[in-house]
Nanobody, 128 residues
Framework: QVQLVESGGGLVQAGESLRLSCAASGRPLSSYAMGWFRQAPGKEREFVSA????????YGADSEKGRFTTSRDNDKNTMYLQINGLEPEDTDVYYC?????????????????????WGQGTQVTVSS
């Protein structure tokens, strides 16, 4: 059974950068589509990005502004989310997830209910 473990969160100041990691065990994560989501207390889980099995990526409306980059290291079986120019509004718990249905790279899911396996999340807090 695959397990996903996020890391890399923390307390940073506005303008700084973070790289979040999502380490997978039990199955090569390159075989499936992966996603990043974020969630604030009392709010719905928000789509950040998705990464196809072939390396193609899509980004959510807010993360399309160029501050977010998702990538994968197959040798380390780890997916990354680079966030530059952090803003206080980026304060959230960030989750990675896996879609076991292997969607077409041009039809990556953006809704959290389409994903089957989730990590425990990593907290990102940005101070102004």
């Amino acid at each position: 059974q695959v397990q996903l473990v996020e890391s890399g969160g923390g307390l940073v100041q506005a303008g700084e950068s973070l790289r979040l990691s999502c380490a997978a065990s039990g199955r090569p994560l390159s075989s499936y589509a992966m996603g990043w989501f974020r969630q604030a207390p009392g709010k719905e889980r928000e789509f950040v990005s998705a990464l196809a099995w072939n390396g193609g990526a899509v980004y959510g409306a807010d993360s399309e502004k160029g501050r977010f980059t998702t990538s994968r290291d197959n040798d380390k079986n780890t997916m990354y989310l680079q966030i530059n120019g952090l803003e206080p509004e980026d304060t959230d718990v960030y989750y990675c997830a896996e879609d076991l249905r292997r969607p077409h790279p041009l039809a990556l899911p953006r809704r959290p209910e389409k994903y089957d396996v989730w990590g425990q999340g990593t907290q990102v807090t940005v101070s102004s």
